[in-house]
């Protein structure tokens, strides 16, 4: 059974941080690639940031750029989302998922398994 766990949302005010976490099975995480995506209320899904097998190479939205990184910990199967300088815009349900793929895609289509979600909420 895979499993991926998120942890770590909450509400927080314009300009915080948050950071995210993701627990996932240990079969699954030494060779996939893992992503990070979004849906806000009424809006479709979009994809956040991705981190390939071995944490080598990582890539984002245009949104996020500079104020939000991807990492992995091998040693615990986490991956983490670090949210700095958060703006109401940010605010959406956020998904861990795992992909096949090593190196992973930005379209939420290619990947195989999906966390729960976890609430973000930033306000002005």
């Known amino acids: 059974q895979v499993q991926l766990v998120e942890s770590g949302g909450g509400a927080v005010q314009a300009g915080g941080s948050l950071r995210l976490s993701c627990a996932a099975s240990?079969?699954?995480?030494?060779?996939?690639?893992m992503g990070w995506f979004r849906q806000a209320s009424g809006k479709e899904r979009e994809f956040v940031a991705k981190?390939?097998?071995?944490?080598?190479?990582?890539d984002y939205a245009d949104s996020v750029k500079g104020r939000f990184t991807i990492s992995r910990d091998r040693a615990k199967d986490t991956v983490y989302l670090q949210m700095n300088n958060l703006k109401p815009e940010d605010t959406a349900v956020y998904y861990c998922?795992?992909?096949?793929?090593?190196?992973?895609?930005?379209?939420?289509?290619?990947?195989?398994?999906w966390g729960q979600g976890t609430q973000v909420t930033v306000s002005s």
């Open positions: 981190v390939n097998w071995n944490g080598g190479g990582t």
């Open positions: 998922a795992a992909d096949s793929s090593p190196y992973g895609s930005t379209k939420a289509t290619e990947y195989d398994y």
């Open positions: 240990a079969r699954i995480f030494s060779t996939y690639a």
